[in-house]
């Protein structure tokens, strides 16, 4: 029997309000022109905690470790049609936080934790996100 957090949801049920929200973020940011954008790290449960060290850069027992978090790479197309890498601050990012920030009282963007973690987004769950 899987429990109900605070919140009113198990985390089964927020995996799959992850899910469905997350495909509709990715296909908002289709929706701007100059955006790109690809699958970064997403769970890492089967790989990164497999032998329970928990070495890689997320948090042990945060979002990535129980399908509640995504990484993503975003590109972003300049007036020549090329391509660049955006990793740090820009306001392509804050407007793809802003959004999904919107998208359910639940989700949680990078770039608001101390590490400005601006390519993550995710679903709080038993204090962590």
């Known amino acids: 029997m899987s429990t109900r957090g605070v919140d009113g949801m198990n985390l089964g049920e927020k995996q799959e309000l992850f899910a469905r929200l997350l495909g509709d ?5 289709h929706s701007h022109p100059t955006w790109r954008i690809r699958l970064a790290e997403g769970f890492v ?4 905690a497999r032998d329970g060290d928990y070495d890689g850069p997320h ?3 945060g979002a990535h470790y129980n ?3 995504q990484d993503f790479d975003l590109f ?3 007036e020549r049609r090329m391509r660049y890498h955006v990793t740090n ?5 804050d ?3 802003a959004t999904w920030l919107g998208m359910h009282p639940l989700c ?3 770039g608001n934790f101390a590490s400005r973690d601006f390519n993550h987004v995710s679903i709080f769950h038993e204090g962590m996100s």
């Open 25 to 29: 973020l990715i296909v908002w940011i």
């Open 45 to 48: 449960g089967y790989t990164d």
């Open 59 to 61: 948090l042990k027992g």
């Open 67 to 69: 399908k509640l978090g």
């Open 76 to 78: 972003i197309l300049d």
């Open 89 to 93: 601050s820009h306001p392509a990012w």
């Open 95 to 97: 407007e793809i936080g």
């Open 108 to 110: 949680r963007w990078g």
